[in-house]
């Protein structure tokens, strides 16, 4: 064996290595609510917004919520940060984060809010 | 059928007798390449045809085309109807078949043994381009002779003078990877596994080139206009274009290789195929939908999944399986490998490309991936980062290491004489970084390895231009290579970031910047801005940073100010404006719909209607009950068809208060009214921005420009080179 093969099967190992392990650690599932629960790391949950109820602080930037998923089930979400804009119209909310007493406490909000562009060029798309 | 359909038609039925000829051609018949040339040539004017036929189409806004509704409107500039054209799937098709075939054509001049079958294979993508665009193409009408009296328009995203021009860039780079494909296919073929290389290296640098021009765009784009904070996201788009760059540059090093030292001859063949698979992989994750719950930018799913798929088998299919074929048959090196060589080197180059391409290929599959094991999710973009800042550092050091050995054997004392300069420069670098507060030991290497591989390359990029400028411009690339990287490591590790609420009138204080938030403001295209007074130790500013609301996205659109210095770049991106009433947007009315807003009762009766010329009038006949009175009001919005800008004559209630059109959906037959009682609430308005700056970021721009000009230098030397092949007679 020859150095530039030994680097190689060096270089290989730890691309793999690296590869497997920053995968593992920034892989995010979505998630049922009952799993989030009980899981400890970084996961994605997604809902609608249960009801008008929230509490929406923009000065502290705090906002709390209710997420209800597909199984009607909800989950009292936590977030701290710039408060994404037409919140409360969102179609679907999806939460990155961890679960701790108690609560979902979020870093990441992505709203999805109704876009007539997608919805009318899907339409649009299909012919008759 | 329509003149497009039928040009769509022509150019397919041209495809496949091309193909069929230059098959023929390819096996011996040399009277098959003359009708071969000449269905060739019927299929480039018919796409050029149907090309212009798309554009006037979109120009003259003929709505019966489902393409031109869906993607353009009358309120539109018109330098965006011209980039409509590549705002929809259908339409890029058809783009990325006019460019293919056009770099065809100048293949097809190239007078040599390899050019017929080369022809074949590139014909192939054209045949299920032209399949694509016949079936679902732009020229399709709406169904019952159906003419939508406007458009729906562009995404305003997509309205933007980069988006005139970055799309063509980045799929003409795209395109030009298939003649790489075929140059090679057709070596195989031919079982020329030496003389290919010289003719395809002007290509793969062109692709090179073309690639990073495109992604180098998306950029700029991204950082002046999307607000996201940076120049590169991850985003799977630009993922896909990413990885085939990799490894077509990773086919330019091995072509160099082999054309010195004659080695490399397998792996070459491989990366060729691999660089078109992976430019077809890439279409296929990002406009099949499978995607689309995860990138800001994929296209509609439109049920092509089958055709993207089974397009990607046949190259897949084609390619890998003449080069298993040839396997045996294919010499193995003329000279082996040398252990400590330049050309060993430039393999272990190599491989670094291939991990980080094979790793980022990855990350952008991770929902196909995990969704063989559950629920599809995905990686978060600090995967990227995480597993190409490694294969980054090795990056450094080989670009540093390569250009100071040479070829085939390199002694161990005057490679240490040459390299001790570079190595003492590289930790002079390394202590100016911990000097302004770099601590991590990932960076650290990183910027290690860029500042070595930055002053080898000083070095011998000198000595080569004194030698003649074809000596010293792969070097000088290496160079903006370099500078690149340390502006990457700098701009998008160390810069400080805050997010601050600004009440209007009010003083705040970020990142040691005073920003007083005074206000929104509008201006001539009727797009929002807030103005914000910002006191810096260096400089006192007016930032503009753009935020106005899109009928269109139903949202926000965002621009941030940037205001430049030598050093550093301070960027400030608007995040939400708050206590801005959605209601001042205006109140929706159905036709014949009655609603009550303040004091006042308004009915909505109908739209008068005027087209003129270059002006299309709507008047809002309304009824406005108020105080015991009915009074008619007729505000009127005319709509420039030139510009686009819209002028709003507002009508007047008894009171003095005005009613104005704020806009006019025609499809639905409803109009938005300004009503009085609903003005803006001026009071109350707090701005959310991001203030960051972003140190090194003129190394980031002065690193690809020196980096793309060399490139592009690297394509005329290389086409100088090939001018010196002596003369096949074609199809020997």
Redesign the interface.
């Known amino acids: 064996m020859?150095?530039?093969v030994i680097?190689?099967l060096a270089?290989?190992v730890?691309?793999v290595v690296?590869?497997v392990s920053?995968?593992n650690?920034?892989?995010?599932?979505?998630?049922s609510f009952a799993e989030a629960r009980i899981s400890s790391g970084l996961v994605?949950v997604n809902g609608v917004l249960a009801d008008k109820q929230y509490v929406l602080e923009?000065?502290e930037?705090y906002l709390s919520f209710r997420l209800r998923d597909a199984h009607g089930e909800v989950l009292p979400v936590e977030y701290r940060?710039?408060?994404?804009?037409?919140f409360d119209q969102a179609t679907s909310i999806v939460a990155?984060g961890r679960y701790q007493d108690g609560k979902f406490a979020a870093e990441q909000l992505l709203v999805k809010?109704?876009?007539?562009?997608?919805a009318?060029?899907?339409t649009?798309?299909?012919?008759? | 059928m329509n003149l497009g359909q039928i040009l769509a038609w022509v150019a397919f039925a041209a495809s496949l007798a091309a193909g069929l000829s230059f098959m023929a051609a390819m096996g011996g018949r040399d009277d098959a390449l003359r009708p071969a040339r000449v269905a060739y040539r019927i299929q480039w004017l018919a796409l050029l045809g149907a090309t212009a036929f798309l554009w006037y189409i979109l120009f003259t806004h003929q709505y019966q085309y489902?393409y031109v509704?869906?993607y353009t409107s009358r309120a539109m500039p018109l330098r965006y109807v011209y980039s409509a054209f590549w705002g929809?799937q259908e339409g890029t098709f058809v783009l990325w078949a006019l460019i293919t075939c056009t770099l065809g054509l100048v293949l097809m001049r190239l007078k040599h043994a390899l050019t017929a079958p080369a022809m074949f294979f590139l014909n192939l993508p054209l045949v299920m381009l032209g399949l694509v665009t016949v079936m679902r193409g732009p020229f399709?009408t709406f169904?019952g002779g159906r003419v939508p009296m406007d458009g729906?328009g562009l995404?305003p995203l997509l309205q933007d003078p980069w988006m005139t021009i970055h799309p063509p860039v980045l799929f003409t780079g795209f395109a030009s990877l298939a003649v790489p494909f075929a140059i090679a296919m057709a070596a195989l073929v031919r079982r020329d596994y030496d003389g290919w290389v010289k003719v395809v290296l002007p290509w793969a640098v062109l692709s090179t080139a073309v690639l990073a021009t495109g992604f180098i765009m998306g950029g700029v784009w991204a950082y002046k206009v999307l607000g996201w904070g940076g120049y590169w996201g991850w985003d799977p788009v630009e993922n896909g274009s990413f990885i085939p760059w990799l490894s077509n540059i990773a086919l330019v090093h091995g072509l160099l290789v082999q054309r010195v030292t004659g080695s490399l001859r397998r792996t070459n063949f491989f990366l060729a195929v691999t660089s078109y698979v992976l430019v077809l992989y890439a279409s296929f994750l990002t406009r099949s939908g499978v995607l689309a719950d995860f990138s800001v930018h994929s296209f509609?799913?439109?049920?092509l999944n089958g055709f993207l798929l089974s397009f990607l088998f046949l190259v897949v299919i084609v390619g890998y399986g003449a080069l298993i074929l040839r396997l045996r048959d294919i010499p193995g090196p003329a000279q082996p490998?040398g252990?400590?060589s330049r050309e060993?080197?430039m393999?272990?180059g190599q491989?670094?490309f291939m991990?980080m391409c094979?790793?980022t290929a990855?990350?952008m599959s991770?929902p196909l991936i995990?969704r063989l094991f559950?629920?599809?999710?995905?990686?978060?973009t600090?995967?990227y980062n995480?597993?190409n800042a490694?294969?980054a550092i090795?990056m450094g050091l080989l670009l540093g290491v390569a250009p100071l050995m040479r070829w085939r054997r390199q002694e161990a004392r005057p490679f240490l004489t040459a390299v001790l300069p570079a190595l003492l420069a590289a930790v002079g670098v390394t202590l100016v970084a911990v000097a302004l507060g770099v601590r991590e030991p990932i960076p650290m290497a990183v910027l290690f390895g860029a500042g070595f591989a930055l002053a080898a390359n000083a070095v011998v990029t000198w000595r080569g231009f004194r030698a003649g400028w074809k000596h010293g411009i792969a070097y000088l690339g290496h160079l903006g290579a370099a500078m690149l990287l340390i502006g990457i490591v700098a701009s998008s590790n160390y810069g400080r970031s805050v997010?601050v609420?600004l009440p209007e009138g009010q003083e705040r204080t970020a990142l040691g910047f005073r920003l007083r938030f005074e206000g929104m403001r509008q201006d001539r295209d009727g797009k929002d801005h807030a103005m914000i007074a910002v006191n810096a130790p260096e400089r006192r500013f007016e930032a503009r940073p753009y935020m106005f609301w899109s009928e269109?996205?139903?949202?926000?659109m965002k621009k941030p100010h940037i205001e430049r210095f030598v050093t550093h770049d301070i960027y400030i991106s608007p995040?939400?404006?708050?206590g801005d009433d959605?209601a001042e947007k205006g109140v929706w009315f159905e036709k014949g719909e009655t609603r009550q807003v303040g004091q006042v009762k308004y009915t909505f009766i109908d739209f008068d209607r005027q087209m003129g010329s270059d002006m299309v009038r709507i008047a809002a006949r309304l009824r406005a009950e108020i105080g015991g009175r009915t009074v008619p009001v007729r505000p009127v919005l005319e709509m420039n068809t030139q510009s686009g800008i819209p002028n709003r004559i507002p009508d007047y209630l008894p009171g003095g208060a005005s009613v104005e059109i704020v806009s006019v959906d025609p499809n639905t037959s409803r109009v938005a009214l300004r009503l009085p009682g609903m003005g803006r609430s001026q009071a109350g308005t707090?701005l959310?921005v991001?203030v960051s700056t972003k140190p090194f970021i003129n190394l980031v721009w002065l690193g690809a420009i020196v980096m793309l000009g060399s490139v592009f230098m690297s394509v005329g030397r290389r086409v100088l080179d090939l001018k010196r092949i002596p003369v096949v007679p074609p199809a020997a």
Do not use: H, R
């Open positions: 020859n150095l530039k680097v190689a270089l290989v730890i691309a690296i590869g920053s995968f650690k920034t892989v995010t599932p979505y998630i994605q923009q000065e930037q940060g710039v408060i994404p804009g037409n990155i809010c109704p876009s007539k562009y997608q009318e060029a899907e649009a798309g299909k012919p008759s | 489902q509704a869906s929809g399709l169904p729906q995404n509609v799913n439109l049920g490998l252990n400590f060993s080197m393999w272990l491989l670094v991990l094979a790793l990855v990350g991770a995990t559950g629920p599809p999710s995905n990686v978060q600090s995967y995480l597993v490694p294969l090795a997010q609420q269109f996205n139903q949202g926000y995040l939400d404006v708050v959605p707090i959310a991001e």
